[in-house]
DNA sequence: GGTACATTCTAACGATCTTGCGAATAACGA
DNA sequence: TCGTTATTCGCAAGATCGTTAGAATGTACC
């Protein structure tokens, strides 16, 4: 009788959790987080982003939302959702850390990724903050505007991938540029480093997104010029 | 082309993370979790711990084996299990934090569980330590002696539940005793703290097990007595 | 070698999840 | 009111998962 109080109570307890691990169980629902984490996006934007169809993205949008990890509120005829706080991006986080941590194949997934020319070098969170705040690196975002408007690494330019071919003369040919978008998974910034590098550029990327930044408990800059703790 | 590179490299690496996702997707696995992050245990030691067949549970950890979340090794003719990292039992906590602040249901659940009198009083985790280390208050670690000896708090004594009735002489009437057991589903401090009550000690819980503890970036004991980082 | 024990493998059933499709709903503008 | 657009709902087929029971494997002890 007690002991089957015990034994219920914790099923239910399980069995509430395991809803969020759920959540995480499909490869798309987790790009749809990184997307939302991004910012507050339509249902439109993510299936675009994630290559789905809308009604797929839409079904699992309202998974995630059954789990509590995503919100969503109306704007005109639109449907905005956005991630239920920073500690679902940071639960993202971790989870990828202990899959590249334990799973070869996605070590070798993303070596691949990085094994093309010297574009990686990653650089410590805290020193490149540090220097760019110096000024002796130029940190670009190359992910589009609303994402680095939304939220952006401190003292980091926006440069869009589609604009970057247009803008090169706004950057400098003597200082390193380190590039970034949305994550390790995001192949942007790579294209960024390879445009870059063609051009004479001496250009480096790092796989952080404001998601990893922001787990490392390194401040974010909100809305365009203003710096400072998000 | 290059478009569908990238698009199916994505698919790849998300198809990975997923297959963590995946594991943690049942009730059953993350108590399998939960208790592997006490210390390496038989099938049947955790079958028993989780009141399942101990053929559900080789396959549950089979799952999780195959999602690299845990490792195996043979002795004599057990097989023993463990997780395969630290990080794995950070996940686990992150998990369940996200769980706890985002669904209004556990979150019930839980104050359900802690509703009965005063024995919860959360108490800051420095703070704890502290006292502990000056001996303003008693630790006491309520499971089982194996798990006390893999890890414990700092400055905690072992007193497995089944025990604590028995030596009930060897606790102070003065200072406050704290009990912890497995995490914060686990029930087991509580029955200490009611037991302790009942006969007069002032007693509280902490919420916090061994892998909240780390999490939180605190050192753990090893072994009988011994005190110090982990 | 034979027996006992712990664990895993195989097969099967039902439950749940994914995905795709057509219809339904909600908001906006003419 | 009637289209148009954006999203969700309902439904169904196919895939995957959880659970159970019985057979098979590997190890230790006699």
Redesign the pocket.
Same mark, same amino acid.
Do not use: N, P, Q, T
């Given at each position: 009788m007690y002991r089957m109080d015990g034994r219920n109570l914790k099923d239910l307890l399980y069995e509430q959790v395991s809803r969020v691990g759920?959540a995480l &169980?499909?490869p798309?629902?987790l790009e749809l987080l990184e997307m939302l984490a991004q910012g507050e996006k !339509?249902?439109?934007?993510v299936?675009g982003a994630v290559a789905?169809?809308?009604?797929? &993205?839409? &079904?699992?949008?309202? &998974?995630l939302k059954e789990a509590r990890l995503v919100q !969503?509120r109306?704007?005109?005829?639109?449907?905005?959702?956005r991630l239920s706080g920073h500690d679902v991006a940071q639960l993202g986080v971790t989870l990828r850390l202990v899959a590249e941590e334990h799973l070869l194949e996605l070590r070798l997934a993303l070596q691949r990724m990085m094994a093309e020319p010297d574009r990686l070098a990653q650089v410590g969170r805290k020193e490149l903050l540090a220097q760019a705040r110096r000024g002796e690196v130029v940190v670009i975002d190359v992910r589009p505007q609303d994402e680095y408007d939304n939220a952006h690494l401190p003292f980091a330019r926006s440069m869009p991938l589609p604009e970057l071919s247009h803008r090169l003369s706004e950057l400098p040919r003597d200082a390193p540029i380190v590039a970034y978008c949305r994550g390790p998974f995001c192949v942007m910034s790579d294209e960024a480093v390879a445009l870059l590098t063609k051009r004479g550029f001496r250009a480096r990327k790092t796989f952080d997104g404001i998601s990893e930044w922001r787990a490392a408990g390194l401040p974010v800059a909100r809305a365009r010029g203003r710096e400072g703790v998000s």
């Open positions: 759920k &169980a499909s798309k629902r !339509s249902v439109e934007a299936a789905i169809d809308v009604k797929l &993205a839409s &079904a699992h949008l309202k &998974a !969503s109306r704007d005109g005829r639109r449907m905005l959702y």
